[in-house]
Structure formats: structure tokens, C-alpha cells
């Protein structure tokens, strides 16, 4: 049985959602825990004027990574921002760098989402499914790929009193929702 730094060694992980509070811890105790992750591509949209690049380095200097930058100075080497905004047409990834993510991610996690409840339907459709949809659709094309990992929500279903773990048909079919909208 392979524990689980022992599974990253020479991994190559893909993150959506690094800048946000689920995505930002994720990618801190996997560089922290897991030193022999080999590398960490970060899907990341420019934001008031700053680049995937310049948000990333901003981040990384923050409270949250300093024991890391203590324990492994050369950590940031590992962190690959790419230029992605999840609800354009083909993520925004360019023709390169969808190419070097076909070619080296073994393990994705999608963790970006619009988590207001009172967002827009259509806004939260976009980001919510169909995002999550050319996600998996990226994720076919991976040579490599592993795992994919959707980091979701337990705030599902509450109109029941009893939720189990089970994954219940939706009220409507999603096709028919997204048409709608
Ligand atoms: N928070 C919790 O305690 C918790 C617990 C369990 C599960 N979850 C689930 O984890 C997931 C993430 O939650 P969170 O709390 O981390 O949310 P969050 O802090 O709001 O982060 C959302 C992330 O998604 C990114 N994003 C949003 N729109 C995007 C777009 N168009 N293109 C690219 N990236 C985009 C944001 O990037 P920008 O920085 O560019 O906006 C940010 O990195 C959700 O599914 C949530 O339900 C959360």
C-alpha cells in the first residue's frame, strides 16, 4: 500500500480554484505534505489589472505559506501559473499550454465555483456545470491523468430532512435547464 506522499512523487497536479479558500489550502498542504509532487499547474484569471502570474507570487506571500517557504524555500519553483478564465469558450487556454496539460497532469482538482447561494441561475450554470463540464472534457484528453477530483459541496438536497450519501436525479434534466436558460 503506497501512502499518500509516496503517491505524489514525480506527480504533476492541475488546481482550478487555487486563489479561493478551498483551493488555496489544498495547494499549500499538498506542497507542505507532499514534497515529491513534482510540479503544480494553477488555472488562474487575470483580476484588476494583475496577470495569473503576478496573483499567484501575491498569494504565495501571504501568512498561510510561510511555513512552507520555511520548510522548502524553493517551493514556488513547483507552482505553474497558466492563463484560464473557466467559463470562455476552451477555458481561455491557449493552443500551448491545453497542449502541455494533455501531455503532463496525472491528478486534477476542480475547486473553482461560484459558492453564493444567491447568484444569478445562469452565472452559477456557467461556472457551476458547464465549467465543470470542459473540465472533464480537458481531463479525457490528459494522456496521463490519474484522478479528477470535483471539490463540491455538502449544501445540496436540503429540502430533504434525511440526506444520504447517494447522488439523487435532479428536478429537471440539466439539459433541459441549460436551454432554458
Ligand atoms: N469554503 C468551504 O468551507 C468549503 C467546504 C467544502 C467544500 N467547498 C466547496 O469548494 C469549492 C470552492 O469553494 P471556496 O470556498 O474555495 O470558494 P471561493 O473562495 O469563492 O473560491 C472560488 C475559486 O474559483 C475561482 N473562479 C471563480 N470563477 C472563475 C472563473 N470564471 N475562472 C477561473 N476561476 C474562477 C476563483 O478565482 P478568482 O480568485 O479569480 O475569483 C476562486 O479561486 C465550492 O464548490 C465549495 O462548495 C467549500
Not at 444520504?164 to 428536478?171: A, F, G, K, L, S
Amino acid at each position: 500500500m503506497v501512502n499518500i506522499p509516496e503517491y505524489y512523487v514525480g506527480k504533476t497536479v492541475l488546481i482550478t480554484g487555487a486563489t479561493g479558500f478551498m483551493g488555496k489550502v489544498l495547494l499549500e498542504k499538498l506542497l507542505r505534505s507532499c514534497p515529491g509532487v513534482k510540479s503544480v499547474y494553477v488555472m488562474v484569471r487575470s483580476k484588476a489589472g494583475q496577470s495569473p502570474q503576478a496573483r499567484i507570487a501575491d498569494m504565495i506571500n501571504c501568512k498561510l505559506f510561510e511555513r512552507l517557504q520555511d520548510e522548502q524555500p524553493g517551493f514556488a519553483e513547483k507552482i505553474v501559473a497558466v492563463n484560464s478564465d473557466l467559463t470562455q469558450p476552451e477555458l481561455d487556454l491557449s493552443k500551448g499550454d491545453q497542449s502541455i496539460l494533455v501531455e503532463n497532469i496525472n491528478i486534477v482538482f476542480h475547486c473553482a465555483a461560484t459558492i453564493r447561494f444567491n447568484e444569478p441561475l445562469k452565472d452559477a450554470m456557467q461556472l457551476n456545470v458547464l465549467a465543470t463540464q470542459k473540465m472533464v472534457a480537458l481531463a479525457h484528453r490528459m494522456k496521463h491523468l490519474e484522478i479528477f477530483i470535483h471539490i463540491s459541496t455538502a449544501y445540496a438536497n436540503c429540502d430533504r430532512e434525511l440526506i444520504e450519501e447517494i447522488v439523487y436525479p435532479p428536478p429537471v434534466d440539466y439539459r433541459r435547464l441549460i436551454d432554458t436558460l
